[in-house]
């Protein structure tokens, strides 16, 4: 709210934004943290239409439960960021509260990098992970 605030001149002593426009009519829907900003087409769009809505979660009969990865805002967006930073070779991590899916995200994604280009080595960490001292 704050950010459309900014935007649209509401905050007092912030001039309001001249040039082109920034934010579309769809921010009325959501959050900003909904849509992703493509700054060379000065284009703001919904992270779902960055997916085939007719292929998404279509699972085999045969799937086992434990591998199904069911597709949402943040899965998309995660396996966005991920991927984006890989191909710009931007160092990452995600940090967040346990069980919200991260480590899932990104193996998703680590497990579809072309084998030829990449090879992963996981490392994982918890809460109970402490440094060694010596």
Not at 49 to 65: C, G, H, I, M
Not at 85 to 113: C, D, R, W
Request: some cysteine.
């Amino acid at each position: 709210m704050y950010f459309k605030k900014v935007c649209n001149g509401e905050i007092e002593g912030i001039q309001k934004f001249q040039g082109r426009k920034i934010l579309p009519g769809i921010m009325d829907r959501g959050t900003i943290y909904d849509y992703i900003y493509f700054a060379d087409q000065n284009k703001w769009q919904s992270w779902l239409d960055l997916t085939n809505k007719d292929d998404v979660d279509k699972f085999p009969k045969e799937s086992q439960v434990q591998n199904i990865i069911v597709t949402t805002i943040d899965k998309i967006r995660y396996s966005f960021i991920t991927e984006w930073n890989i191909a710009h070779e931007i160092p990452t991590i995600f940090v967040g509260p346990t069980g919200t899916g991260k480590s899932v995200y990104i193996q998703n994604v680590l497990m579809n990098l072309p084998r030829e280009k990449y090879i992963t080595i996981e490392i994982g960490f918890s809460a109970q992970t402490h440094q060694n001292q010596v």
